[in-house]
């Protein structure tokens, strides 16, 4: 306990800091995450025997993992590093060449890499290469997948990447100590430690949470602010209609009686944070019985020994990964304007056409409000 709670309280004061150096930090953090979790999950079907009489094998693996990599940030970046190089001509047209082929690149170093595979086949080892084979893909895919949306959130706001994370943490120290002092009924066989009281206990704190961190959160640009491009200045912006305070009258007799005001500041946005407090109590969890499901299907405690009285990065990450698909998948359905802006229009312009091609159109548009004018 004492290992574990010296090792959690690090943790957070690292957590802290980089929530407070920014954005480019924060995605530094989210990849060397990643590389952890890989590499505990490389190392959980290897076996030492086979691996000598294959020289290379894991090189192959960290070559469709960085792969990979650069396929997914490459296409979620591209707006924002076009945005942050606009000013130099050379390097922009450097960097537009570069996203422009992106996607050419990282499909023959992929090709590359089957190709690499197949030269390696050795008779009698097929059936343990092509079991790796498949276990790399399913690595990438699991590993990616959430770490594609986490990244998504981040430019979207620290909000939206930090209040979801939270929530996790609520509500996982909340089961753990409302099962251990309350804890009688076993919720879930799959994780005999695991009890109903914890569950309720933590899904009312997690809620509470929610709504009160949104609140706080919530009124720090630094948080609520998108990030457009990949400098580490500071942010100053508009907050918009989420972040600025509704006012609701309260009952003549509880602002008489009770309260010394007669009405309550309360952000939009902490209504949508009830929402992912919801799935943070009640579905992300399930990421954690699938974990230790999959735990015991291999016979092992934890994925890894990364972290002193937590076991490795993946044991920690499991449900988080559950709720960073949500939090973007929410966000973009039920936060983000369905109708387009000027704003979204010109990131499009600047993301996908060419300096000369923005110059056209720019002419182009100008010419257009003429003729209107003359019309007028």
């Given at each position: 306990?004492?290992?574990?709670?010296?090792?959690?309280?690090?943790m957070?004061?690292?957590?802290?800091?980089i929530?407070?150096?920014?954005?480019l930090?924060?995605?530094?953090?989210v990849v060397?995450?990643q590389?952890?979790?890989?590499?505990?999950?490389?190392?959980?079907?290897?076996?030492a025997?086979?691996?000598k009489?294959?020289?290379?094998?894991?090189?192959?693996?960290?070559?469709f993992y960085?792969?990979?990599?650069l396929f997914v940030y490459?296409?979620?970046?591209?707006?924002?590093?076009?945005?942050?190089?606009?000013?130099?001509k050379?390097?922009y047209?450097l960097v537009?060449k570069?996203?422009?082929?992106?996607?050419?690149?990282?499909?023959f170093?992929?090709?590359?890499?089957?190709m690499?595979?197949?030269?390696?086949?050795?008779?009698?080892?097929?059936?343990y290469?092509?079991?790796?084979?498949?276990w790399?893909?399913?690595?990438?895919?699991?590993?990616?997948?959430?770490?594609?949306?986490?990244?998504?959130?981040?430019?979207?706001?620290?909000?939206?990447?930090?209040?979801?994370?939270?929530?996790?943490?609520v509500?996982?120290?909340?089961?753990?100590f409302?099962?251990f002092f309350?804890?009688?009924t076993?919720l879930?066989k799959l994780s005999?430690?695991?009890?109903?009281?914890?569950?309720?206990?933590a899904?009312?704190?997690?809620?509470?949470?929610?709504?009160?961190?949104?609140?706080?959160?919530?009124?720090?640009?630094w948080?609520?602010?998108?990030?457009?491009?990949?400098s580490?200045?500071w942010l100053?912006?508009?907050?918009?209609p989420?972040?600025?305070?509704?006012y609701y009258?309260?009952?003549?007799?509880?602002?008489?009686?009770?309260l010394?005001?007669?009405?309550?500041?309360?952000?939009?946005?902490q209504w949508?944070?009830l929402?992912?407090?919801?799935f943070?109590?009640s579905?992300?969890?399930?990421?954690?019985?699938?974990?230790?499901?999959?735990k015991?299907?291999?016979?092992?405690?934890?994925?890894?020994d990364?972290?002193?009285g937590?076991?490795?990065?993946?044991d920690?990450?499991?449900?988080?990964m559950v709720m960073?698909?949500?939090a973007y998948?929410?966000h973009?359905?039920?936060?983000?304007?369905?109708?387009?802006?000027v704003?979204?229009?010109?990131?499009?312009?600047l993301?996908?056409?060419?300096?000369?091609?923005?110059q056209?159109l720019?002419t182009?548009l100008?010419?257009i409000?003429q003729?209107?004018?003359?019309?007028?």
């Open positions: 306990m004492w290992i574990r709670a010296c090792s959690s309280l690090w957070l004061g690292g957590f802290l800091l929530i407070y150096l920014g954005h930090y924060i995605l530094a953090m060397v995450i590389i952890f979790m890989a590499s505990e999950l490389f190392n959980l079907l290897r076996r025997h086979e691996d009489r294959l020289p290379g094998f894991r090189i192959l693996n960290w070559h960085f792969t990979a990599m490459g296409r979620i970046l591209s707006h924002q590093l076009v945005n942050t190089v606009t000013s130099d050379i390097f047209k537009s570069l996203i422009k082929y992106q996607m050419v690149i990282c499909y170093l992929y090709i590359a890499g089957v690499w595979f197949i030269l390696t086949l050795k008779k009698k080892m097929y059936k290469q092509f079991g790796q084979f498949a790399t893909h399913m690595i990438l895919i699991v590993v990616f997948t959430q770490s594609a949306f986490t990244v998504a959130n981040i430019f979207e706001g620290i909000f939206w990447f930090l209040l979801p994370a939270s929530l996790i943490a509500n996982d120290v909340a089961a753990y409302f099962g309350f804890g009688k076993p879930i005999p430690k695991k009890t109903w009281e914890g569950f309720i206990g899904s009312v704190v997690t809620t509470i949470s929610a709504f009160v961190l949104a609140n706080v959160f919530g009124h720090f640009q948080l609520t602010c998108p990030r457009k491009d990949l580490t200045g100053l912006c508009d907050p918009g989420l972040f600025k305070p509704e009258p309260l009952p003549g007799w509880l602002s008489r009686w009770v010394p005001w007669k009405e309550v500041a309360i952000l939009p946005v949508h944070a929402c992912l407090s919801l943070a109590s579905i992300a969890p399930f990421g954690g019985f699938f974990a230790s499901g999959f015991r299907a291999f016979k092992i405690k934890d994925f890894g990364s972290i002193p937590h076991g490795g990065f993946t920690r990450m499991d449900c988080q960073a698909v949500f998948i929410y973009q359905s039920f936060v983000v304007p369905q109708d387009y802006t704003e979204m229009i010109i990131n499009e312009i993301r996908s056409l060419t300096l000369e091609e923005q056209i720019y182009k100008g010419q409000l003729e209107r004018m003359v019309e007028l």
